[in-house]
């Protein structure tokens, strides 16, 4: 069983920048995709990036494409999310999510089977 720990937020100005990561344990696999979803108190979890680690595509928010880079690190079986620029709407819990067997949209948190507990992400204006 896979099991997923983020790490990395904290709080930040805005104009900062936070570099989050998402450790993989257990029996992990290259072909699972991996994306980060975000969720504000009182507010559906939103999609904010994804990578397949079979292909190497990537995935993001309209909204957030210019200023958060999704990445890999196979050898440490860890993906990242880089933000850069941030706004106090940004101001988030931020998940990271994995799926072994993608059908749907890469971009549905229903489409993912696997969860972390969270970072927090606070951005101060």
């Known amino acids: 069983q896979v099991q997923l720990v983020e790490s990395g937020g904290g709080l930040v100005q805005a104009g900062g920048s936070l570099r989050l990561s998402c450790a993989a344990s257990g029996r992990t696999y290259s072909t699972y995709a991996m994306g980060w979803f975000r969720q504000a108190p009182g507010k559906e979890r939103d999609f904010v990036a994804a990578?397949?680690?079979?292909?190497?595509?990537?995935f993001y928010a309209d909204s957030l494409k210019d200023r958060f880079t999704i990445s890999r690190d196979n050898a440490k079986n860890t993906v990242y999310l880089q933000m850069n620029s941030l706004k106090p709407e940004d101001t988030a819990l931020y998940y990271c999510?994995?799926?072994?067997?993608?059908?749907?949209?890469?971009?549905?948190?229903?489409?993912?089977?696997?969860w972390g507990q969270g970072t927090q992400v606070t951005v101060s204006s």
């Open positions: 999510a994995a799926a072994r067997y993608l059908r749907g949209s890469i971009r549905d948190p229903e489409a993912y089977d696997i």
């Open positions: 990578v397949r680690w079979n292909g190497g595509n990537t």
